[in-house]
């Protein structure tokens, strides 16, 4: 029997779609690769009684229309805020904390410059100028620049007049952000070495450059859009781990009707006489459908799923120089104990997220250690201990702990098999330098290289974006002119995942 949508690839991107798609009446079906759905938002048991969240591993760019409009909250789904956003600490036994509370970051700046701690209400209050215009944008499908129509210049009118309602040196910030790289932005901000080191660290999470790089501000952007609870740019944890937001998403696309398929990985879009008719998948079944929703990078899908002879050439040029990889090495630990770092640990401190990554030039050193070794021995290192506030994840007085971090050179590959468990170790000595007695405290580890993150979730070179967020790969240019409308150049085959707008 032909199905009306085929959705390849199970992860929150292509559980949400399905989920819409089947409340307009369409008859559903998702295909995952693997044997459970939720991609890189999936929580797996990695050491006996140790529980976490293997990939994606904190709250916040999860839109609240969607958690409403889902009933994700009905199917089981708890996010609870973190008390601390960061704790930063330094080499001198000195550290910086941020919190959702403004003021009480300003104190904890101000023991580093009072010129800091009176300027960073205006650097918040800068972004969040321009946060609201961003969210609507982030909400619309975006113009068609190459052989658009009418509707596509009703939304260029309509896209000129949100800018138009920023202020002139809201439009000039806008700008900055799109265009300088972090450390240049944080610089007509700061003078201290903390501040800059804790926000520079959002510009290359998850993000393959050095803060220096050109652009690199943007990326900041993402890191004050979203909201916990109604609270705009707060960060939070999913109780159960990452893998109860998606599998609450694939409840509520089960009570709609949508059939989801596990272990049925996707070989082939056949494509007939320019419209893509059916799937087949590795096992030789072959499903039909009058369309299909690719939830994948969108390299793969036209490098590997389709037949190049049924592509453009401008559209295979493109995808052979799409750009991805995001350096990012990802790990698990199983803790006997909770770290005691060497730097001051003010109440509470351990709720957030611990930056190793002292300054700037820290982190521009990691990055071009990475380009040309392929990786650094003093990685910039990101640690979550979601157990402080989730205890399902860990007997009682142990503890699991997120380590997300960079850079690690993803052209390495399938290198990476020979390397991973030495860049490991180095990860935990980094942490040991910051954490003395850290290394013995680990019962328990799970390792994601770039080139596990690839094979395992699909992500191209360990790219949680499903491409770099530069300023050729956003909005109507993301994944490409001409296609940044979901929809490519093939008839009925559409585009959904992180690769797509808004990123």
């Not at 009072?114 to 619309?140: C, F, N, S, T």
């Not at 910039?380 to 994840?393: A, F, G, H, N, Y």
């Not at 690839?454 to 499903?466: A, N, V, Y």
């Not at 002119?481 to 085959?493: A, F, H, R």
Request: glycine letters at 10%.
């Amino acid at each position: 029997m032909a199905k009306d949508v085929i959705i390849i690839g199970g992860g929150h991107n292509g559980l949400v779609c399905a989920c819409y798609l089947a409340r307009a009446g369409r008859n559903v079906t998702v295909l995952e690769r693997r044997s459970v759905v939720g991609g890189a938002a999936v929580t797996e048991e990695f050491h006996p009684g140790f529980r976490n969240s293997v990939a994606s591993y904190t709250v916040s760019l999860l839109h609240p229309k969607i958690i409403g409009e889902l009933n994700l909250e009905r199917h089981g789904l708890r996010i609870l805020p973190r008390r601390v956003n960061n704790y930063l600490p330094l080499p001198d036994g000195r550290a910086f904390v941020s919190y959702p509370e403004l003021d009480r970051t300003c104190a904890s700046l101000a023991q580093f410059s009072q010129h800091d701690a009176e300027a960073l209400p205006r650097y918040y209050a800068d972004l969040d100028g321009v946060v609201p215009v961003i969210k609507e944008i982030m909400l619309q499908t975006p113009p068609k620049i190459i052989g658009g129509g009418l509707p596509d210049l009703f939304s260029l009118f309509r896209l000129s007049r949100q800018f138009s309602r920023l202020s002139a040196s809201q439009q000039r910030f806008l700008l900055k952000l799109f265009s300088l790289s972090a450390a240049d932005l944080l610089d007509e901000y700061f003078e201290s070495e903390p501040v800059k080191a804790l926000m520079g660290f959002d510009a290359v999470v998850g993000h393959f450059a050095s803060p220096y790089s050109p652009g690199s501000a943007y990326v900041l952007l993402h890191h004050v859009v979203g909201e916990v609870n109604g609270v705009t740019g707060a960060w939070g944890h999913a109780v159960g781990g990452m893998g109860a937001i998606t599998q609450a998403m694939a409840r509520e696309a089960e009570s709609l009707g949508v059939s989801i398929m596990t272990d049925a990985e996707v070989e082939q879009v056949v494509v007939e006489n320019h419209r893509a008719t059916s799937i087949r998948l590795r096992n030789g079944q072959t499903l039909t459908a009058a369309i299909i929703v690719a939830n994948v990078t969108p390299s793969v899908l036209f490098s590997q799923l389709i037949d190049p002879v049924h592509q453009s050439e401008g559209v295979r040029e493109h995808m052979q120089h799409y750009r991805s990889g995001s350096g990012t090495f990802r790990m698990n630990v199983a803790l006997n104990r909770l770290p005691a770092f060497s730097a001051e640990m003010p109440e509470m401190c351990l709720e957030g997220g611990i930056i190793m990554a002292p300054s700037l030039d820290y982190m521009d050193k990691a990055y071009t250690d990475a380009r040309r070794q392929g990786w650094s021995a003093q990685p910039v290192v990101e640690m979550l201990i979601p157990s402080l506030i989730d205890d399902t994840l860990a007997p009682a007085g142990q503890h699991v702990a997120s380590l997300f971090c960079q850079h690690f050179n993803p052209d390495l590959g399938a290198d990476w098999d020979q390397h991973r468990e030495m860049a490991a170790d180095l990860i935990i000595s980094c942490i040991e330098r910051f954490a003395p007695g850290f290394t013995d405290s680990v019962i328990g580890r799970q390792i994601h290289s770039p080139w596990d993150l690839e094979r395992k979730f699909g992500l191209t070179g360990g790219d949680i974006f499903h491409g770099k967020l530069s300023l050729d790969q956003l909005f109507s240019a993301r994944p490409m002119l001409g296609m940044g409308q979901y929809q490519t150049e093939i008839s009925n085959l559409f585009m959904c995942g992180s690769g797509t707008h808004p990123g």
